[in-house]
């Protein structure tokens, strides 16, 4: 009867035990501890940053800056939960702009480590220097050292076995550590950092004056040359970006950098943005790499909803999606991608359409035009544009040629390649169509001559990917054909995916779907589409719903909306595949210009449906450099 009594009269928790579970929300592993303390030399107004790692950070952790430093009568009051530099009031947290805020990092890390600080303020003569272990002062002096701060956290979790025992093995460790400081390193070009693992050598990012600098850094310069830079600003957002080009890819999202008014974060509306504006250009399972930078207003964003500050919440964050989509699609389509054959020219070039220069460091071109080949000089101005870049969206139907054993399907919009409506843009400077056919190689490859040298198609994968496009566009213009269920499936859905799919009651039903809501917590499917009929109808109705849930669904209903549905997307790839010219299939000319003028009708898309390039680009430069001609 006691001890029931007990368990349930309130008290206060110890300030020992108070410090401790605040630590476990802000010291999750050795990394969270760099995070912590680089942050905070960031807002100290550091400009160098040395950051000492052994054992994976379980035996050190050592971060010196050469920051504003802080007084003999400041560095004590560091040391106590919720004493901060960066907050006066109430107001002040609706407009956050520094990286910490709270005042709990240097306690809850101190509760758990034996731990060490060192500040000088500037233009101060002497330091000061305090030691704890478990959270307690052991002693307080004056010292000397250089202008700024050093902590030094050692044995971290020593004093907590049961949280010691979780950490994974020092290279593991050291990873995420390392994953943030490249992270902060991209946000932040303009300081200097080093890091020291062990008894390894050194790593050294200087400070530079341009972002894609710092990105071949940590990356590397094959990445930096190959990525296209994003600039677009909307009242109260800009998004400034780094993304790479469809060709160049990686198996998974971990190529994804993004930043929210300068701090890094992992936010699932900032990924899933990015990668939707890749939609319809990368074949399933494929991700880009991205440098993403967003600056919106301080009232629109909410910092404070993760106590590691990991995460962000936005005011209106459909319309962040929205503008980080459009920014991304809009530079997409007016630069160049054609096999991956070049990179963008050296600083300075002109932007052929505006006279614009292009910024970005000096970086060397390669070529890939076969093993062993020397190194490319610099593209000259203009060739890393997209020269077959279309001036809009729209397609143009193109003539069979008179060969019904092989049809090319094109788009609903049909018009002319040689003509132009009036109000629109003008068409671009060449074709695929246009080009001057030189023939077949081996069977497989159509070569045709272009201003800028020699073009090689893909003559499978050129055609799979006309078909796959028509397919997708005749299924919806058609009027999808629904297959009825013999009986009405219940499937169990989130309130947030139920509520996605009853605010878009048009663009399910024409992807076929007759869905409609069944309690709280369900949805009652009547029909699906009928190619797919046989598929697990919970499984179909919950990857739509969870597709629906991510976009802004007022400009998506293009024939690209099929990828929502997997199963499908998969089976009209198939049948493009199945139905296109071979590899081997000797063409005769009139088919081989078929192909090429089928390019024009449909919106680029540099790969077929499953991921090979449909052309590349040999250009004068690379062939005069192989000839030795240059």
């Known amino acids: 009867m006691s001890s029931t009594t007990e368990k349930g009269r309130i008290r206060l928790l110890s300030d020992e035990l108070v410090d401790q579970i605040a630590a476990g929300e802000v010291v999750e592993r050795p990394a969270s501890v760099v995070k912590e303390l680089v942050e905070n030399s960031l807002d100290a107004d550091a400009r160098r940053i040395r950051v000492e790692v052994r054992d994976g950070g379980a035996a050190l952790i050592a971060v010196t800056d050469d920051g504003l430093g802080m007084s003999r009568a400041e560095l004590p009051m560091a040391l106590q939960r919720h004493a901060t530099s960066k907050l006066s009031s109430a107001a002040d947290l609706s407009r956050i702009a520094s990286f910490g805020f709270r005042g709990e990092a240097l306690p809850a890390i101190a509760s758990v480590s034996r731990f060490r600080i060192f500040s000088r303020a500037r233009g101060t003569d002497h330091g000061y220097e305090i ?46 550590a390392a994953d943030w400081l490249s992270r902060l390193a991209l ?3 303009d300081i200097h950092i080093e890091t020291q693992r062990d008894d390894r050598k050194a790593t050294v990012w200087p400070a530079c004056g341009d972002a894609r600098d710092r990105i071949a850094m940590i990356l590397s310069e094959d990445d930096a040359a190959a990525m296209i830079e994003v600039d ?47 939609r319809d250009l990368l074949p399933r399972g494929r991700f880009p790499i991205g440098v993403l930078f967003a600056e919106v207003d301080l009232d629109t964003l909410d910092v404070n909803v993760h106590p590691a500050k990991w995460e962000v919440r936005f005011t209106d964050p459909q319309s962040i999606h929205r503008t980080i989509r459009h920014a991304v699609r809009d530079a997409m389509s007016s630069r ?134 028509g397919l997708r566009e005749s299924w919806l213009e058609a009027g999808v054909l629904r297959q009825g269920l013999l009986a009405p499936v219940s499937v169990e859905l989130s309130p947030r995916a139920i509520a996605a799919l009853a605010e878009a009651p048009k663009l399910v039903e024409r992807l076929g779907f007759e869905i409609e809501a069944f309690g709280e917590d369900a949805v009652l499917v009547r029909a699906i589409p009928a190619e797919i009929a046989g598929q697990d109808v919970g499984e179909l109705v919950s990857e739509l719903a969870s597709a629906l849930e991510e976009v802004d669904r007022g400009d998506d209903s293009d024939a690209s909306a099929i990828r929502w549905l997997p199963s499908l997307d998969r089976l009209f790839a198939t049948m493009a595949c199945h139905s296109a010219r071979r590899f081997g299939d000797r063409l005769p000319p009139e088919e081989q210009r078929a192909i090429l003028a089928g390019l024009d009708t449909i919106p680029w898309a540099p790969t077929c449906p499953h991921g090979r390039p449909v052309a590349i680009l040999l250009s004068h430069d690379d062939l005069e450099l192989r000839f030795r001609r240059r």
């Open 336 to 469: 160049s991608w054609l096999g991956g054959i070049r990179a963008p020219g050296p600083r300075g070039l002109q932007d052929p359409r505006t006279g614009a220069g292009q910024g970005g460091a000096p970086r060397s071109a390669r070529s890939d035009t076969g093993a062993g080949a020397p190194p490319a000089p610099p593209s000259p101005i203009g060739t890393d544009d997209w020269i077959f870049a279309r001036g809009d969206d729209r397609g143009s139907r193109v003539e069979d040629a008179g060969h019904d054993d092989w049809p090319i399907a094109a788009t609903s919009a049909s018009r002319d390649t040689a003509e132009v409506d009036a109000g629109t843009q003008p068409p671009p400077v060449a074709s695929f169509g246009s080009l001057q056919i030189l023939g077949q190689l081996r069977a497989s490859y159509l070569l045709a001559e272009s201003d800028d040298g020699l073009m090689v198609v893909d003559q499978h994968a050129a055609h799979e990917r006309i078909l796959y496009e």
């Open 232 to 278: 677009h600003e909307e009242p109260g957002c800009r998004i400034h970006a780094f993304v790479s080009t469809p060709e160049r890819t990686r198996p998974n999202g971990q190529g994804l950098y993004l930043f929210v008014n300068g701090r890094p974060v992992r936010d699932r509306l900032l990924r899933h943005a990015l990668i939707e504006s890749y």
């Open 131 to 176: 030691n704890c272990e478990g959270g307690e002062i052991l002693s307080e002096r004056e010292a000397g050292g250089p202008e700024g701060t050093r902590i030094e956290v050692a044995d971290l979790f020593a004093s907590v076995p049961a949280r010691r025992k979780f950490l994974k093995r020092p290279g593991t460790e050291w990873g995420h």
């Open 187 to 189: 946000v932040r070009p």
